[in-house]
């Protein structure tokens, strides 16, 4: 009974969301995530689109949805316009991830940056500076992170290309790369005896 209970317990806290942005929630199901785009009317299509072609959700733009795991929408944030991609996992189809991403942000970057810091440090506190692997790296991208809990990670990234916002539930994103090992390791068992 026990056991059970701790069972119980475990799943409760692994299927918990971690992280929140606008209207989106971690793992969110790709149904729940596509009625939320309808019921808000968010332009939503599927991520090998280029170009959103329409200004309100739009069924058309979503066709065969079940098959793709990257969905995005254009929209205005800080004033300035922004994509806004979501990843959903292979299997489940659950939200694990979101990225923001702005090219474009008015004539001072400098003050637009100063803005996300201001606002992203008030909601989630003090944030961590990250260390560039390279020289590259270092001259031409600026990284900062938060860690608001212990599923979700929020880094922002400035460099040459603009802006990008990242949210990550860790969890769901460790058992996705777990999935891909054992994807991996199969195939491998499976051909290793033809070789």
């Given at each position: ?74 929209t205005s944030l800080f004033g300035n316009k922004a994509w806004v991609y979501l990843y959903f996992t292979q299997n489940k189809s659950e939200l694990y991830k979101i990225h ?96």
């Amino acid at each position: 009974m026990l056991l059970r209970s701790i069972l119980v317990f475990f799943i409760l806290i692994s299927s918990a969301s971690a992280f929140k942005f606008d209207i989106w929630q971690s793992g969110k199901d790709l149904k729940e995530c596509i009625s939320t785009a309808r019921e808000n009317n968010i332009p939503l299509i599927t991520g090998n689109r280029n170009v959103s072609v329409s200004s309100t959700f739009d069924w058309r733009y979503l066709k065969n949805y079940q098959k793709y795991r990257e969905f995005k929408y254009h929209t205005s944030l800080f004033g300035n316009k922004a994509w806004v991609y979501l990843y959903f996992t292979q299997n489940k189809s659950e939200l694990y991830k979101i990225h923001i991403r702005w090219t474009a942000y008015g004539h001072d970057k400098n003050d637009f940056e100063r803005t996300l810091f201001n606002v992203l440090d008030k909601k989630y506190g003090e944030k961590e500076i990250l260390m560039p692997s390279n020289v590259g790296e270092y001259i031409f991208k600026k990284m900062r992170k938060w860690h608001p809990d212990k599923r979700t990670e929020i880094i922002l990234e400035r460099s040459s290309a603009g802006f990008l916002l990242i949210y990550r539930d860790t969890i769901i994103e460790q058992e996705l790369e777990i999935e891909k090992k054992k994807k991996k390791l199969n195939i491998i068992m499976i051909d290793a005896p033809k070789l």
